[in-house]
């Protein structure tokens, strides 16, 4: 059987087509055997003729003769399976663009040649209408039969320049009218295109033509949750000038978070739901239970409330926004495959539906015929096992999209109810005293806080929408709260959170729809103030608690930096939402590791590893963008270096730590230093200013040759020069935890090979530990030494990393492998094992520094108010101080 035979048996409208003789042998046999793209369809006709002829009738015959043989050679590939799901809506799609410009461009001849060509008022430039596809025109995702929802907007307003002339709103509403009837007119060779014009701004009672300012009006004063569904998946198709994706964007894609757009999209599912039980369509697979449409909410729901923060999330089609929420994490592979899988079969039938008589349809066969053909041209042997497979696919989608996009469970939780006494208006200040007493609570201090925030001027000028989420939450988190160690001040860790937020009804919208998060919060904030003060500061880190990889220890950091770069990428150049994205990047991934560290998930060492990674993966990704951000610049890729000095260097940042940086270059132009120093100081600035967003890291440039009078970024040969020639021994001490951070490989090698050879110079021991312990001395006024500071007492951390320090820039000439830049304490297993001190001093010192490490990020992390002097600090103190004087023969004196 050929493939022309296979596919008139399940379409007697390409049946009737094949009989009839309208569709020419010589013309459709060749169209069968490949994919048509736009070229095929201008090679149909001689429409350049046509336009030039104003041969309306003939390009209105043309456009429909055009359309059946398109429509029937998807049939046919098809039901043949020569083709895909994305193959049948991308062809249908790139005719319907065809059209669509074919007829607008003799359109817009006919009306030009008629009033002259419309000119804008401000810019005294021509003006073109861009067409804006919607809805599956938008997404490539249209159907054989679909119809196709259009808006037309012009730039601005103005006249044309003929003799007749009229104003810019009258030329194009007729341009409008007039390719409208070009598509949509039934004539005796059918139809293009139904053309559905009521998702344009104030619908059928709108103007049918918007100029782009009226367009953004109307979408800021007027727009309503359902535009910003429909807009998602606005292209525009025509090849104009415009500034419509501008003026759409924030539209659609809010700034943070949107949770919000869980109540809008079940308002619109629940009102299709029904109108799908009034009219009885069970059996629609579009609309019905389960079906094509649930499978696009699924996918929208995530695009409106991540898209403003992920823009590679701002997709059109409905396929790559699934795969993108797989990518990202944002939704189990499972569950993609499955809705992937579901919705291909659900189009495939449709598609079958429509092809049966060229009719759009989503409705199931009636006649046992019919249903028996459609089964069989899915891939069944009868209607029963394909009505199996079918409901087998809408199960699994209606019970996802149920978990989804179900209410949440009373708002913030069935066992919150029994709290509401703590929350209510005029309560009996005695009762509530003694019930806040009897869980823990510090009832004074705490009732005062529930006054004060009734009281306050936030909450009584919250919106209807957002004081209801609001009163479900406070006694929600009093009753997390009372379940902590430390009730009082957790709860007023809560309460500063929940009225930091309350104007962003989003994030009340968000615990509302988790309530489960509640309990998160509390332990989370119960433990550390520094983290609740974090996460007020930046409450768009709430998504990361319903993040499943939340509590997962294994970063892939060259998959994260990819993901950032692809982010930032999608930016266009926006360089403000690039640093926003760099920042929300640190931002999620440092909470993620402090949540991780709180549940005892880290060493402090392994979590300085993981701090220094994301610091290298943020930098490397910012360089190749801030230069492409660069004016005058000499050359696409710069020749340029980051080297970083400190706890960078050393991989011991902790959470708040600065970035000791060092910028290197190795360019012959003129003009290389200028430009370089202008990259430094624009690179520095992406990663030290603060934006909305907020901030990303505080940067100390002064390590650099020369300090705060040097050339910000300096050439490796000047660099070099300055560590043969000029650096003192401190210098010299900084170099040993320096090390290449991204840029230019070249430059790394250079760097490593200086390095090296400063490092492994000959140096006479008793010279270099005078020096490096007059250094010492010299902290000593400014640093006391006192015991309940770890970092600078005798035999603290300061201590540690000069003997390091000493043994490197002393003993690497003949113990190269002290340059390896472990971190102090593997540096002090190494040299204990090069014979150059005592094993068991550098045990106990090895102990004794990563002690000191846990206690200053404890007094980071976990609320320790102070270090305690106790015995077992006093040890480690004296084991760090005995091997000073083994290394250096004599203590530093104080004063």
Known sequence: MNLLDTARRYSPFLARNLDSGRLKPEIFTPMLEKVLDTEDFRAFADWDKIRADENEDELAKRLRELRRYVVSQIIVRDLNRLSDLSEVTHTITLFADFAVNTA??????????????????????????????????????????????????????????????????????R?????????????????????????????????????????????????????????????????????????????VFRKYLDYNAYGGMRSLHRQIRDEVSKKGMADNIKLGAGGIREVEFIAQIFQMIRGGQMRALQLKGTQETLLKLGETGIMPSEQVEMLLAAYRFLRDVEHRLQYWEDQQTQTLPE?????????????????????????????????????????????????????????????????????????????????????????????????????????????????????????????????????????????????????????????????????????????????????????????????????????????????????????????AQLFRLAVQDLAGLWTVEALSDQLSALADTVIAAALPFVWADMPKKHRDAPQFAVIGYGKLGGKELGYTSDLDLVYLFDDDHPDAQDVYIRFARRLTNWLSTATGAGTLYETDLRLRPDGDSGFLAQSVAAFEKYQRENAWTWEHQSLTRARFICGLPDIQTAFDRIRSDILTADRDHTDLAREIIAMREKMFPAHPPLDSNVKYARGGVVDVEFIVQYLILAHAHRHPELLDNYGNIALLNIAADCGLIDKNSAEQSRTAYRFYRQQQHNTRLRDVAKVEVDDVLLGHYRSVRQLWREVFGEEAKQG
Not at 227 to 240: F, L, Q
Not at 462 to 469: F, G, V
Not at 486 to 505: A, H, V, W
Not at 514 to 533: D, K, N, R, Y
């Open 104 to 173: 607008l461009d003799f359109s817009y001849a006919y009306y030009r040649d008629m009033y002259g060509t419309p000119v804008g008022r401000y810019t005294g430039a021509p003006q073109y209408l861009s067409v804006v596809a919607m809805g599956k025109a938008g997404g490539y995702e249209l159907n054989v039969s679909s119809d196709i929802d259009l808006i037309f907007v012009y730039p601005e307003s103005g006249e044309t320049d003929g003799k007749r002339g009229r104003d810019n709103q009258e030329f194009f509403t």
């Open 367 to 587: 006649s046992p015929e019919q249903q028996q053909l459609l089964a069989e041209s899915m891939g069944f042997a009868d209607y029963a096992a394909f009505s199996d497979g079918l409901n087998a696919h809408r199960r699994a989608v209606n019970a996802l999209f149920n978990d989804i996009l179900s209410e949440p469970e009373s708002e913030a939780g069935e066992s919150s109810r029994e709290w509401q006494w703590a929350w209510q208006e005029n309560p009996d200040a005695e009762a509530r005293a003694c019930r806040l007493k009897e869980h823990g609570f510090e009832a004074e201090s705490v009732a005062a806080r529930l006054d004060q925030l009734r009281g306050s001027h936030k909450y009584r000028h919250l919106s209807a929408h957002a004081q209801p989420r609001f009163d479900a939450i406070v006694p929600a988190f009093m009753q997390a709260a009372a379940a902590r160690p430390n009730p009082t001040e957790t709860f007023m860790r809560l309460t500063d959170f929940l009225e930091n937020i309350s104007r962003r009804s989003a994030y009340l919208a968000f615990l509302n729809e988790h309530p489960q998060t509640l309990e998160q919060l509390a332990g989370i904030m119960s433990q550390s103030s520094w983290v609740a003060a974090y996460l007020t500061q930046y409450p768009i880190l709430l998504d990361e608690l319903i993040s499943a990889q939340l509590l997962e220890t294994g970063f892939d950091w060259p998959k994260l930096a990819a993901e950032l770069s692809d982010g930032l990428a999608n930016c266009n150049r926006d360089t403000e939402a690039q640093m926003d994205i760099l920042r929300h990047f640190q931002h």
């Open 175 to 251: 341009v409008g009218k007039k390719l409208i009837a070009l598509l949509d007119d039934i004539t005796a060779d059918g139809r293009v295109f139904r053309v559905d014009m009521r998702l344009r701004p104030d619908g059928d009672s709108g103007a049918l033509v918007s100029s782009e300012t009226a367009l953004e009006q109307y979408l800021v004063q007027h727009g309503r949750e359902w535009e910003r569904y429909a807009w998602c998946k606005g292209r525009v198709v025509t090849p104009y000038p415009n500034d419509i994706k501008g003026l759409i964007r924030p539209f």
